[in-house]
């Protein structure tokens, strides 16, 4: 359909997300504070659902997007898990008013 | 509005939903899409939306799809001057914590405001209690729309319409 | 502190070490069901061959793993359930939850309530679409799972009792267990044998889907479980 | 020539967004504290996400995949401010300090050094 293939910026724009995820992992490791930890990774997980859906649309495979999407939820899950740990500081069952 | 209702309501958003998930769609993606839709639908509105449904009927989505356009128009202007910030070697910031009190008493029209002004650059949501909002920003000038209450008129005019949907 | 530097810089440079040559695999992986795959080449020829005849399912990998490899399968079902039964045992089932100082945040709360059965309805998906797509049981017990914690962030206590009693939480958790063994069963009248399936294809695809089903909904509320005695057991 | 104008547009989005995210990788590693940094990753995050699935989408054209695109972004337009307001609100709860400007000119800092704040 597409006279003109777009694959080659793909994979370029896949390289380049993956070295924004790694520079990233320096304020996952320098800190200094617990918030700022859970913050690169949060940002590395949005990094990560763009590279798969990339990756799906690179290599032709529409099963990826599904990977992303269960990424993308899971990544989310964690975020506001590690956010209520932090606020309460513990994890519970369930909450009451 | 009744548990029925809300019921017919959740069922058929998560079906469409269950749709767009199983394009292209054949039969059996049907059989399978509605008794799970209107099973999910069911256990929501039981137990999920007890005392209140989420308030958001067909002239909402609508006009939450028409926000999104008109936010996303706010937004890139606004992100340039955040990457002006960012890119700036001297790196000019004046961070500020404001407390905004909105005249939204929604819960879907504070939710919207809560992740617009998040979205919008130079200012971040960081509490939400009531009709308090506390609000981070990058510098005070960032935070002009907000204060002068044309965030909480956009909002309403696009979301909270003459007439609720519920 | 030196000491801890070093070992955070030799923690980064293994970390890098490993993924390089992961993200490098990743990329040279044979496209799924390429004939010319090392996996594909030897025994598998036989299963590519007629699995989807004798499998039962549209896709070979659930086919292999539900019916060839049924018994392994059940095996790897019956280790999740038994995971849970050992850590409930160490840490206890958390079920008299008491009152958390901090609120949710009402954003966060309204957001849960709106994603959460549309994170429902895509584990379903995901679950009953196993035998066409590559996924299936599991993949959909991991979103069922992490949709339960989500809304454990923001139910109150009464309404999560209400809604699944602490009885009934067990009898979901070995949801997965008991459906395997009555499917297993059921091969005996249906085909002869233990985990014999039907020759009538629809017969097959029902079979196959509550087998998923079983997986997904076992697994979900196993995953949860972990997490909330995990939980428990860290508020002393 | 349709064509040509589709695969533009396509190119442009991925890589507006691909500079977002730059953007906010940078913001992340210079910014001076915790809610500074929220700011730059939360927006460029989204928007970059946004921009580039969006060029995607678009590439796709409205089958299957490219309507699934859609709800992918969908889910990342709630999901990612809703995120950062979670994790900003944990740490304004649990009572991490604002840098302000003030503080950078009394001790004499650097911007973006963070080390002596934990």
Redo the contacts between chains.
């Keep these: 359909m597409n006279e003109w293939s777009l694959i080659p910026l793909f994979w370029g724009t896949l390289i380049f997300l993956l070295i924004n995820a790694f520079a990233c992992l320096w304020r996952g490791l320098a800190g200094p504070t617990l918030p700022d930890r859970i913050l690169a990774a949060n940002v590395i997980g949005t990094k990560t659902m763009v590279v798969l859906v990339l990756l799906g649309l690179a290599r032709e495979q529409g099963i990826w997007l599904d990977v992303a999407l269960v990424y993308g939820l899971l990544s989310f899950t964690v975020t506001l898990v590690a956010g209520r740990l932090l606020e309460t500081g513990r994890l519970k069952g369930a909450w009451k008013q | 509005m009744s548990a029925v209702h809300r019921w017919v309501q959740?069922s058929t958003a998560?079906f469409v939903?269950?749709l767009?998930?199983?394009?292209?769609l054949d039969l059996s993606d049907l059989l399978?899409?509605l008794p799970?839709?209107v099973a999910?639908?069911g256990?929501?509105g039981a137990?999920?939306?007890?005392e209140a449904s989420?308030g958001?009927g067909a002239r909402r989505v609508a006009g939450l799809v028409f926000y999104?356009f008109d936010l996303?128009r706010q937004?890139?202007p606004a992100?340039l001057q955040?990457?002006r910030v960012?890119?700036d070697p001297a790196?000019p910031?004046?961070?500020?914590?404001i407390v905004h009190r909105t005249p939204l008493d929604d819960?879907?029209e504070?939710?919207t405001l809560?992740?617009t002004i998040?979205?919008?650059?130079?200012t971040?949501?960081?509490?939400?209690?009531g009709d308090r909002v506390?609000v981070?920003c990058?510098s005070p000038s960032f935070a002009a729309s907000l204060i002068d209450g044309s965030l909480d008129k956009r909002i309403s005019t696009s979301i909270g319409g003459v007439e609720r949907d519920e | 502190m030196n000491r801890r530097r070093a070992g955070r810089i030799l923690t980064a440079v293994l970390i890098a070490a490993l993924a390089v040559p992961l993200m490098y695999g990743m990329v040279q992986l044979p496209a799924p069901g390429h004939a010319d795959a090392p996996a594909h080449t030897n025994v598998s020829a036989g299963y590519i061959e007629r699995g989807a005849e004798l499998g039962g399912s549209e896709n070979l990998v659930t086919g292999v793993l539900l019916n060839f490899r049924a018994l392994d399968t059940f095996g790897e079902v019956l280790v999740i359930f038994t995971a849970w039964l050992a850590v409930a045992a160490v840490a206890g089932t958390a079920s008299n939850a008491e009152r958390d100082p901090v609120p949710p945040?009402?954003?966060v709360d309204?957001?849960i309530?709106?994603l959460?059965?549309?994170i429902?309805?895509?584990a379903?998906?995901v679950i009953?679409?196993g035998h066409v797509l590559p996924g299936g049981g599991f993949q959909g017990g991991v979103l069922l799972g992490a949709m339960l914690i989500l809304?454990s962030l923001v139910?109150d206590a009464e309404?999560v009792a209400?809604?699944v009693s602490a009885r009934s939480w067990i009898w979901l958790r070995a949801t997965g267990v008991l459906v395997f063994a009555m499917v297993a069963v059921m091969g005996l009248p249906l085909a002869g044998y233990l985990f014999g399936l039907p020759d009538e294809p629809g017969l097959r695809q029902v079979l196959t889907v509550a087998l998923e089903l079983g997986i997904g909904i076992g697994g979900g509320a196993v995953l949860a479980g972990l997490f909330f005695a995990i939980a428990g057991a860290d508020r002393s | 020539m349709i064509d040509a104008a589709h695969a533009l547009l396509v190119c442009f989005l991925v890589i507006a967004g691909a500079a977002?995210f730059f953007?906010g990788t940078?913001?992340l590693l210079?910014?001076?504290?915790f809610?500074?940094r929220?700011?730059?990753v939360?927006?460029?995050d989204?928007?970059g996400a946004?921009l580039v699935l969006l060029g995607l989408a678009i590439w796709r054209g409205p089958?299957?995949e490219g309507?699934?695109i859609l709800?992918l972004i969908a889910l990342l337009?709630?999901s990612?401010?809703?995120a950062?307001?979670a994790l900003?609100?944990a740490a304004?709860?649990t009572g991490l300090k604002?840098?302000?400007?003030n503080d950078g000119e009394r001790d004499g800092e650097i911007?973006?050094d963070a080390s002596e704040r934990d």
């Design positions: 959740l998560l939903f269950w767009v998930l199983s394009m292209p399978w899409g799970a839709a999910a639908g256990l929501a137990f999920l939306w007890r989420p958001i999104t996303v937004i890139v992100a955040v990457a960012v890119l790196l910031l004046d961070p500020k914590m819960d879907l504070r939710v809560a992740n998040t979205l919008t650059p130079g971040h949501c960081v509490d939400l209690d506390t981070h990058l | 945040s009402p954003v309204y957001v309530r709106l959460g059965p549309f429902a309805i895509f379903l998906f009953v679409n809304l139910m309404t209400r809604a | 977002f953007i940078l913001g210079r910014f001076p504290d809610y500074t929220i700011h730059a939360t927006k460029c989204a928007l946004g089958d299957g309507v699934r709800a337009l709630i990612s401010p809703t950062g307001h900003a609100r304004f709860r604002p840098w302000t400007r911007p973006g």
